[in-house]
Nanobody, 120 residues
Framework: QVQLVESGGGLVQPGGSLRLSCAASGSIFSINAPGWARQAPGKQRELVARITSGGSANYADSVKGRFTISRDNAKNTVYLQMNSLKPEDTAVYYC??????????????WGQGTQVTVSS
């Protein structure tokens, strides 16, 4: 019954910015270590960023200094602010989280993805 829905993707020029949002719905007790991953055609899925309940964040080397992950626990939402975008950032971006529910316990969930295209 848990669902993750991403939004905020689109077409942007190099050097531009986008903010992605991921909202979780369902009978949720807690959301642990939400994050973002991306996958370009023909390439392996890459973890982009992850944030813990304590606010500690981890980033892939390719996005450090440009991307910022944050969360709003009251809204069950995680965000990814993307600045100074490059063509190599083009990919489908997926929201991911460990979510605890009464019915299923702790389980890993993925959103359906949102397309980000960086091109001039």
């Amino acid at each position: 019954q848990v669902q993750l829905v991403e939004s905020g993707g689109g077409l942007v020029q190099p050097g531009g910015s986008l903010r992605l949002s991921c909202a979780a719905s369902g009978s949720i007790f807690s959301i642990n270590a939400p994050g973002w991953a991306r996958q370009a055609p023909g390439k392996q899925r890459e973890l982009v960023a992850r944030i813990t309940s304590g606010g500690s964040a981890n980033y892939a080397d390719s996005v450090k200094g440009r991307f910022t992950i944050s969360r709003d626990n009251a809204k069950n939402t995680v965000y990814l602010q993307m600045n100074s975008l490059k063509p190599e950032d083009t990919a489908v971006y997926y929201c991911n989280a460990l979510i605890n529910t009464q019915a299923m316990g702790v389980r890993n969930y993925w959103g359906q993805g949102t397309q980000v295209t960086v091109s001039s």
